[in-house]
């Protein structure tokens, strides 16, 4: 069973950076998707960002420019680097893996709070 743990929330000023770590346990498995999602207090979860096996990029439009995703296949393990932080960024984190035949696993969330 594939099981994803978050690192790396907290509390920031505005301005400041962050960086998320999201390892996933288990072996013998490889992600044909890993992201980033987030949700803030009462709205929906979000899309952040994804990176493929292949090495494709995306990003939501509101994150582009100050955060990057980045992965360590080796470690089975992926990052979001957050700078610039916004109070609009505060939010719950999730790291999201989708295997090649669809199934997707969720972290169990990290929270980040943007404030001054």
């Known amino acids: 069973q594939v099981q994803l743990v978050e690192s790396g929330g907290g509390w920031v000023q505005p301005g400041e950076s962050l960086r998320l770590s999201c390892g996933a346990s288990?072996?013998?498995?490889?992600?044909?998707?890993m992201g980033w999602y987030r949700q803030a207090p009462g709205k929906q979860r979000e899309f952040v960002a994804r990176?493929?096996?292949?090495?494709?990029?995306n990003y939501a439009d509101s994150v582009k420019g100050r955060f990057t995703i980045s992965r360590d296949n080796a470690k089975n393990t992926w990052y979001l680097q957050m700078n610039s932080l916004k109070p609009e960024d505060t939010a719950v984190y999730y790291c999201?893996?989708?295997?090649?035949?669809?199934?997707?696993?969720w972290g169990q969330g990290t929270r980040v709070t943007v404030s001054s």
């Open positions: 990176i493929t096996s292949g090495g494709s990029i």
């Open positions: 288990g072996s013998g498995f490889s992600f044909s998707y």
């Open positions: 999201n893996a989708i295997m090649p035949l669809g199934t997707a696993y």
